[in-house]
């Protein structure tokens, strides 16, 4: 038997009406369970993503826990340039290509560039190392030569590279870079 255009409508909507209540009924168990790790890990609505602002004061409901850290953004050039412009935080910007985000809202917020230029004097001096062109290639290059020991050990680290974890436990421990001197 054919079903009729208005029997058929019909369907459509009841199978709509029950397609409604599961959808809700799964949207209610996912929000419970975001609900439940926002508040297991107190997350904020910054740390979501969620606010368009800046981060708020801290809250003192919070005091007792430990604040997470925020790691500064560098000017990572491949052409090895220096920063030219640094705000308080330790953010630099080498000058080249579109502007950081922190330099754009400091400059919304009224502040001027020259605020945040590094005087010629306060950069550090390019080492003479990085003004003489390489001209060896990487395999003719001498094998590096061992700048920190632990005496302990007998192991060392050229001080290029990820520092190894025997240096970092020691620097941990409060010894000084000089007594690990080679």
């Known amino acids: 038997m054919t079903q009729s255009y208005?029997?058929?409508?019909?369907?459509?909507?009841t199978l709509q009406r029950k397609a409604n209540a599961a959808r809700q009924k799964e949207v209610a168990g996912v929000v419970g369970r975001i609900k439940e790790a926002i508040?297991?890990?107190?997350?904020?609505?910054?740390?979501?993503?969620?606010?368009?602002?800046?981060?708020?004061a801290p809250d003192p409901s919070r005091a007792g826990h430990p604040k997470r850290k925020k790691v500064a953004a560098k000017s990572k050039s491949k052409f090895g340039q220096l920063a030219k412009y640094r705000d308080a935080a330790g953010n630099e910007w080498v000058g080249r290509g579109p502007r950081p985000i922190w330099l754009r809202e400091a400059l919304k917020s009224g502040k001027s560039l020259a605020d945040?230029?590094?005087?010629?004097?306060?950069?550090?001096?390019?080492?003479?190392?990085?003004?003489?062109?390489?001209?060896?290639?990487?395999?003719?290059?001498?094998?590096?030569?061992?700048?920190?020991?632990?005496?302990?050990?007998?192991?060392?680290?050229?001080?290029?590279?990820?520092?190894?974890?025997?240096?970092v436990n020691a620097l941990a421990e409060g010894k000084s870079l000089e007594s690990m001197a080679a």
């Open 6 to 13: 208005s029997q058929i409508v019909r369907q459509i909507e």
């Open 116 to 167: 945040f230029a590094i005087a010629a004097a306060e950069a550090p001096a390019p080492s003479a190392k990085k003004a003489v062109r390489k001209t060896k290639t990487r395999r003719a290059r001498k094998a590096s030569v061992a700048k920190y020991k632990d005496a302990a050990s007998g192991k060392t680290w050229s001080g290029r590279g990820r520092k190894p974890g025997w240096f």
């Open 39 to 56: 508040s297991f890990y107190e997350l904020t609505a910054n740390e979501l993503g969620l606010s368009a602002g800046r981060p708020s």
